[in-house]
């Protein structure tokens, strides 16, 4: 029996503790002391405030809740397991950080319902939270109506000093404080330690100050070991601050309750070890055995959570019947977008072109597809990292996206690439039909790739439009010149890098992000103008690389194009087919899904028994062996580019029709 004068509050707490130092200790692998130290400010928001459905994870109006500080996961699934949701057993919780669990060592939203994002990279998780808060915001502006809000929600954090040091949090909180998101709370666990020591050593400026200048209300619990109350009071005070998010400082104790190890880094990211297990269970008065909870805890916590959660949802159920019958147009495009069912005919407005069209560039194809796109796409959303009008990314059909105008769709993101990113996972992982676009130069892509990687792995379908995409960006020089982005955002797994060669592959692309919804799109685009080409296909975009224009019978060379360089390649086709010479050329504007067809649909692109290849594409030759093979040969970029007019730096770097042909001659001997 546990010590009797523990109070069902005192008994809910310390099952999340023990439920986390038994799940590290037997997994001898994880972070103990941030749920043990975080535990009560965790408990008194999901028992208080948090509303949710544990039998329905995915009910639309459960406020969100996002744990940043990914590393102290076993907090997470802790409450979700007390909580009563059915994704976390006792099994599961026995089997953490173990293959085929439901409880891996960094929250995964695919792996775990109940888990909102992907954190674990720290600084991702709260700018994710940004997004969710933004996607309620916008969805609540456009839905809601006086008598009846169908979108009404909150989005809570837990973040810890690392997601504070990180710089991409500093971006999205900057944002988050300029629109006022008013229902994004965040708890700062506020506990001094990091791994390497006491914060002291890296760390010493004032978080809430540095708040309260983003536009941030701040709150500071002094005592978030034992003072339930002011916790509670404190998450209270935020709710009443409507115009602007709100950071409340929780200082604690990390790995509270362990008389050696509490407070210092040790406790930080290792199991405690047997011996201290055993002493901190007597420090705490916790006489049960390992993963065993409470009767109390269940019958007092657990199932009080599952009806409240019940609850909540048939009176919200009740509110939307009523909606339903008042505002049936508006419902009905409400249960269009929670279903992810794009509406009818979405692309019906994307141009295709001929070559008697004029040559524009790729980035202007672009403007051209989302602006054609976006009024019979609602759920379109997005905008450039202070670079709208170089990367042509604004929808002509809609205002901006600003403090007292949620309902807008352009999103001013300013010079926060990486946050950029991370917010737009967040509004994509809202799971409520909104399709997230955002912009920038393809080189700065590196500036987000730590967000981007996580949209693919989170299986969050941001489109990210990227523009200037090789050396002729010309005068801006070799700093902003992406030779070798391209190829690095290809070995993504689960990304989508799309490089049209002309407008027509441009809405070809354009179709294939829109459509792909767990899966991410970078659109590669040009500056510079390109030609219309006759045989180029947007249907033929889907399958990756395509035949765009051949010979009679069996061709003894097959030229590889992507983007600006497809034209070269047809150029030089045609002087070698004037020779005699059997040539196909082939425009692979995506090498994943083009990896991803049949083997029969692959042969009939690229014969094995051709083995005279060459690949045409402005920027490092890595990764295009594969396709050319061993008797093949590639013209790219393996060296920084340089400052000069871009025509003259693709002349220069032997992106011509002439170097084509002297490269295709010398294959065909």
């Not at 009910?59 to 994704?87: E, I, K, P």
């Not at 998450?235 to 601050?241: D, F, L, T």
Request: with cysteine; aromatic share 8%; hydrophobic share 40%.
């Amino acid at each position: 029996m546990a010590v009797a004068t523990q109070s069902l509050d005192e008994l809910s707490i310390n099952a999340i503790r023990f439920l986390a130092i038994d799940a590290v200790q037997k997994a001898n692998s994880g972070h103990p002391g941030l749920p043990m130290g975080a535990a009560p400010m965790a408990y008194v928001l999901w028992n208080q405030f948090l509303r949710f459905n544990p039998k329905n994870p995915n009910w639309f109006n459960r406020d969100r809740f996002v744990l940043s500080a990914g590393h102290g996961c076993m907090l997470q699934y802790a409450l979700l397991h007390l909580t009563g949701y059915d994704s976390v057993t006792i099994e599961d919780i026995k089997n953490f950080r173990q293959w085929g669990s439901r409880t891996p060592g960094h929250p995964e939203n695919f792996e775990t319902p109940g888990v909102e994002v992907t954190t674990g990279p720290l600084g991702q998780g709260i700018c994710n939270a940004v997004g969710l808060a933004a996607a309620e915001a916008h969805l609540a502006a456009k839905f809601n109506k006086p008598d009846a809000k169908i979108v009404d929600h909150y989005t809570y954090v837990i973040l810890g000093d690392g997601c504070n040091m990180e710089g991409v949090s500093g971006e999205a909180c900057s944002l988050a404080g300029h629109w006022g998101l008013g229902k994004l709370i965040a708890l700062y666990d506020d506990n001094h330690i990091s791994i390497d020591g006491n914060t002291d050593i890296s760390f010493t400026e004032d978080v809430s100050k540095r708040f309260e200048a983003y536009g941030w209300h701040t709150i500071h619990v002094t005592n978030g070991n034992t003072d339930l109350e002011a916790i509670a009071k404190a998450i209270e005070e935020a709710k009443s601050v409507t115009d602007k998010p709100t950071l409340i400082k929780v200082t604690t104790t990390i790995g509270y309750g362990s008389p050696n190890k509490a407070n210092t880094a040790g406790v930080h990211g290792a199991a405690l070890g047997p011996d201290e297990v055993k002493l901190t269970r007597e420090s705490l008065g916790w006489s049960y055995g390992e993963f065993e909870v409470p009767a109390e805890v269940t019958e007092g916590w657990t199932k009080k959570a599952i009806e409240t959660g019940a609850s909540l949802e048939a009176e919200w159920n009740s509110i939307f019947a009523q909606y339903k019958t008042q505002y049936a147009a508006d419902a009905a495009e409400f249960e269009r977008l929670l279903r992810g069912e794009l509406p009818q005919g979405w692309d019906a407005d994307l141009p295709t072109y001929t070559p008697a069209d004029k040559a524009v560039a790729t980035r202007k194809h672009s403007e051209i597809c989302l602006n054609a796109i976006a009024p019979k796409l609602p759920e379109l959303i997005g905008g450039s990292a202070d670079l709208t009008h170089s990367n042509l990314t604004e929808l002509k059909c809609s205002g901006d996206f600003q403090k007292g105008a949620y309902e807008n769709r352009n999103v001013r993101f300013g010079v926060r690439e990486h946050g950029m990113a991370a917010i737009c996972n967040g509004i994509a992982l809202h799971n409520s039909g909104l399709i997230p676009y955002c912009a920038t130069f393809l080189v700065f892509a590196d500036y987000m790739r730590g967000a981007m990687r996580l949209s693919a792995l989170a299986e969050a379908g941001v489109i990210y439009v990227l523009t200037h995409d090789s050396i002729a960006l010309g005068e801006d020089g070799p700093t902003h010149q992406p030779v070798e982005t391209i190829a690095s955002l290809r070995i993504i797994p689960n990304l989508l890098t799309l490089r049209p060669a002309d407008g027509t592959e441009t809405s070809g692309a354009y179709k294939v992000a829109v459509v792909n919804r767990k899966r991410p799109s970078a659109l590669a685009l040009t500056r510079q103008n390109l030609p219309n080409l006759a045989g180029s296909s947007a249907d033929k975009v889907a399958q990756g690389a395509y035949v765009i224009a051949d010979c009679d019978g069996t061709p003894e060379l097959i030229l590889i194009g992507t983007g600006s360089e497809v034209s070269l390649c047809i150029a030089a086709a045609e002087q070698l087919t004037a020779a005699g010479h059997k040539v196909r050329v082939v425009s692979m504007p995506c090498m994943e899904l083009f990896d991803e067809q049949s083997a029969e649909y692959k042969e009939s692109v690229l014969p094995a028994a051709v083995t005279k290849r060459l690949s045409v594409e402005a920027g490092t030759t890595f990764g295009w062996a594969r396709y050319v093979g061993s008797e093949g040969a590639s013209i790219g970029t393996d060296t920084f580019g340089a400052s000069a007019p871009g025509g003259v730096l693709m002349e220069k770097f032997g992106f011509t029709v002439e170097n084509v042909l002297d490269k295709a001659k010398a294959l065909l001997g």
